[in-house]
Structure formats: C-alpha cells, structure tokens
C-alpha cells in the first residue's frame, strides 16, 4: 500500500514570497491533516478535512495560511507571505475516518526555510 | 490550552538497557493516547496506542502504561536497541474528533 506522498521535500524561499506544498493521501482515506513541525517540537494540526470540507481550522493563521482539497483527495497548502516564523517541516497525514482513534498516517514532509 | 507535557527531552541509553518516556496530560475529555516514532528525514509513524479503559499494553519490546487518575502515561522500550535511536512523542486526542495533540518529543539515543 502506498503511503502519504507530498512535494516538494524540501523548498528555500525569502520572506514576503509565496510558497504551495502538495499532498496526496493514502487512497480510500476521507480524512486529511496538515501538521507545522517547528524544530525541536512536537507537531501541531494547521487544518483538518474530511473528504473535502474543513473540520479543524481553528490554529491556522488565515491570514497568510490557506489549504483547500478538491475532489476530497489531493490537498495543497499555501503561505503567502512567508515570515521568517514559519521555517518548519510541513507535514501530512491522512486517516481512514474522522473518529479519535483511527490511526493517522504521516508523509515525509516538507521543509521550508524562510530566509 | 490543551497540552501534553512530555519527558526527558533526551534520554541516552546503553543497548540491552530499558528506556522509559514520561507524558502528562490536562484535559480529561482525552480518550486516545499514541506514541509516535519519528527517524530524521521522516515522517511521525505509529508506534504503539492506548485507551483508557486499560492500564497497561504491550506490544512486543514496547509497552505503555496508563494512570488515569494522576493523568500520566508512559512508554517503556526493553531491551532497548540502537535500531531505536530516534524522536519519540506522545499524543492524545478527544474520542469526539481526531486532533493529535503532541508532546514536545524526547530524542532517544541508544548507545551500542
């Protein structure tokens, strides 16, 4: 079974521009999760879908921050502008259904660096 | 805020050696408790689960034990490994919905 796939790996860009990383779940997965992983922390949930409305939108910073999942299957996240806070590793994970203990399934990231 | 409190946040192990991760929580509406295994360059992976309707669950060399009551839960690696040296971090989550609320991670370090 193929796992969570997300793109870039890895991206370098300078404050004020704009950045979109995509991710693509585990087939048959309703739910799908973008986590921040700042360095040296734990993740935290940026936004939550099931299929393709938003269930978790609640630490995302909207102003800059915005996800969408057409089709309730790939999903990109977007920052625009970048700051320099939000150089971290950006995760994915996907999840069968929206109930707590499903297990949830991670991609590799990506790591973006604000410079 | 909902938070998980997690420790040490590194520990150094000899191989052979039992390694044991601390984590407490504050919100009692908590059902689910994860630990997560995470390798440099990779992705969190599951590692082993827990409800709390059980104190104790063991899976293989891995086992978590859970206080209800004093709100704690811990995991405990036997025979610890250096194949086991990497970013261990606890989670909980609320039976009603599937946020993951993560401890701030312990780096494990397995010394051959």
């Known amino acids: 079974e193929a796992g969570v796939a997300q793109s870039p790996r890895y991206k370098i860009i300078e404050k004020r521009q704009s950045v979109a990383f995509w991710c693509n779940p585990i087939?048959?997965?309703?739910?799908l999760y973008w986590y921040q992983q700042i360095l040296g922390q734990g993740p935290k949930l940026l936004i939550q879908?099931?299929?393709?409305?938003?269930?978790?939108d609640s630490q995302l910073p909207k102003d800059r921050f915005s996800a969408e999942r057409l089709k309730g299957v790939d999903s990109t996240l977007k920052i625009q502008p970048a700051k320099l806070e939000d150089s971290a590793v950006y995760l994915c994970?996907?999840?069968?259904?929206?109930?707590?203990?499903?297990?949830?399934?991670f991609g590799p990231g990506t790591r973006l660096t604000v410079l | 805020q909902q938070q998980v409190k997690q420790s040490p946040q590194s520990l150094i192990v000899q191989k052979g050696g039992i390694s044991i991760i601390n984590c407490a929580y504050e919100?009692?509406?908590?059902?689910?408790f994860p630990w997560y295994q995470q390798f440099p360059g990779k992705g969190p992976a599951l590692l082993i689960a827990?409800?709390?309707?059980?104190s104790e669950k063991k899976e293989g060399r891995f086992t978590i034990s859970f206080n209800k009551s004093a709100k704690q839960f811990s995991l405990h690696i036997m025979d610890s490994q250096p194949g086991d040296s990497a970013t261990y971090f606890c989670?909980?989550?609320?039976?009603?919905?599937?946020?993951?609320?993560f401890g701030e991670g312990t780096q494990l370090t397995v010394n051959p």
């Open positions: 994970a996907s999840s069968l259904s929206l109930a707590g203990a499903d297990t949830q399934y």
């Open positions: 087939s048959g997965h309703a739910t």
């Open positions: 879908f099931q299929n393709n409305g938003v269930v978790d």
């Open positions: 919100n009692t509406a908590f059902d689910y």
């Open positions: 827990i409800r709390p309707d059980v």
């Open positions: 989670a909980a989550s609320k039976k009603s919905g599937s946020r993951l609320t």
